[in-house]
């Protein structure tokens, strides 16, 4: 089965610092996709990026992008010059190949930016 | 811009009496999820439709939990009766297959069971 680890339970950066967040996952499959999701406070979760296991080049969108390390199965996110929008639950999860989009997701990592 | 509606966004309750959540995903995603969030931890899937079909609820506790999605469009999620350890949020989620696997989720909604 697959699992999906996050081993910050809650981080804290001053506001216009360079954050990165961790996440491990363990499976044996080979083809699959990485997520992370934002859940911010009482509003509903939205898909921050998205990563294809079968590309290498690590994806990118805006201040957001992922350190995806697939022999080490590893998935981290780095969020530049962070904003106070971006405080947030962060989740980490994993979706099999294509025929089955159940996706797994980490406990979370909540984050704070600091005025 | 299109959103995926829950209702009720809060709810009270009593343990042994029976509750119900409602989803209305965004037009045209044919694939509805629900899934339960236990505060401070990520949510988990409970059961998935393609269209009214179930795909996997192969995490609901089948003696308790039912859903449902008649018409392939809206949803209903019913617990009964309903536990202490139910007290949860419970999101809703929608996805069409031409989106890239993305899942757009609702605000859920947030149980209390006393």
């Known amino acids: 089965a697959q699992t999906v680890t996050q081993s910050q339970p809650e981080m804290s950066v001053q506001e216009a610092e360079t954050v990165t967040l961790s996440c491990t996952y363990d499976t044996s499959e080979n083809n699959y996709y990485l997520f992370w999701y934002k859940q911010p406070p009482s509003r509903q979760m939205i898909l921050v990026i998205r990563?294809?296991?079968?590309?290498?080049q690590n994806a990118t969108e805006n201040r957001f992008s992922v350190n995806f390390q697939k022999a080490a199965k590893s998935f981290s996110l780095k969020i530049s010059d962070s904003q106070l929008g971006d405080t947030a639950m962060y989740f980490c999860?994993?979706?099999?190949?294509?025929?089955?989009?159940?996706?797994?997701f980490g406990k979370g990592t909540r984050l704070h930016i600091l005025p | 811009e299109a959103e995926v509606a829950q209702s009720p966004r809060y709810k009270i309750t009593e343990k042994s009496q029976a509750v119900a959540f409602w989803c209305d995903p965004i037009?045209?995603?044919?694939?509805l999820y629900w899934y339960r969030q236990i505060l401070g931890q990520g949510p988990e899937l409970l059961v998935q439709f393609q269209d009214e079909s179930v795909v996997d609820d192969s995490q609901l506790p089948k003696d308790r939990f039912s859903a449902e999605r008649l018409k392939g469009v809206d949803s209903t999620l019913k617990i009964q009766p309903a536990e202490l350890g139910d007290s949860a949020m419970y999101l809703c989620?929608?996805?069409?297959?031409?989106?890239?696997?993305?899942?757009?989720f609702g605000p859920g909604t947030r149980l209390t069971v006393l």
């Open positions: 037009s045209g995603h044919a694939t």
């Open positions: 990563q294809e296991a079968y590309k290498q």
């Open positions: 989620a929608s996805s069409h297959p031409g989106g890239l696997y993305e899942q757009f």
């Open positions: 999860a994993f979706m099999k190949h294509a025929s089955d989009d159940k996706i797994i």
